[in-house]
């Protein structure tokens, strides 16, 4: 290392709002969203790889708020339910999005540690209801395998992990798109997905219908991370405020991040999810980070965790000169 300002130049000389040198860790144990247990301890075992001590030699000043309060079902869903576990992933992420805003208030970096991704409902809702009230527009670069954009219509498993994507851009049910007040959340305009290999036809349909970008693994493959990333970056980089880092681990290549619930062949290998994350700190905009659905029943001696810990830390300005 060649020492805490240079690893940590991007929070030194952003400018934007939100982004310093205080970073205030978020758990979001909620793991209601998946169908198999587990993931509701990602946030203990990325806390486990030592992510406060990591994020301090960076020079960052760090807090570690604890993990929300996830509500447990007193009944298990119906057979056949399109939105399972409904009404406590809404008080979750209602609860999370006025954790993330309150963050925000103190002029700090929320690290948001999931949980399934149906959490990304409330830290995007708590970033954009932040900016929003001061006239700003957030954007958004989202890491996953699949879409993320079904929705109780076109759910073919009716776990709300696969429907926050179509829920911020105003897709879904009630419960979810009206938390904060107001929908959509986001312009797709201002948005890019990143690393896309498994999409339902359903989530095709509502892609195409708001124009979402979409980098595929065959046009990462094609055209390279380094290319996708700038344009991704490019694409968030036009709201006005910055933009939102959501990262599912099932992005990642298995052989590199097995703890996933979810997991497709073929996905990010380990050197190309580090440069999407350098790529990020040296823009500068991002106003909030997150990492979900590292499922510890199926990771190998903490290897997932471990990867998350260190793609945070790219993502906070970590170099290898």
Known sequence: MSGLLTEQRTAATSGRPGVGRRVRIIGAPCGFGASIAGVDLGPAAMRVAGLRRRVERLGYEVRDLGDLHVECPSVPPAPGEKLRFLKEISKACEQLARDVS????GGELPVVLGGDHSVAIGSVAGVTSFYR?????VGLIWFDAHADMNTPETTPSGNIH???LAVLLG??????????????????RLCAHIGARDVDPGERELIKKLGIRFFTMREIDERGMSACMDEAVSI????????HVTLDVDALDPGDAPGSGTIVRGGLTYREAHLAMEKIAEAGGALSLEVVEINTALDINNRTAELGVELILSALGKTIL
């Open 102 to 105: 309150k963050v925000l208030e």
């Open 133 to 137: 009230s001061r006239g700003e527009t």
């Open 171 to 188: 897709h879904g049910a009630p419960e979810l798109t009206g938390i904060e007040g107001f929908s959509p959340k986001l312009d797709p």
């Open 236 to 243: 968030a980089s036009k709201a006005t405020a910055g933009f």
């Open 162 to 164: 696969g429907m926050p």
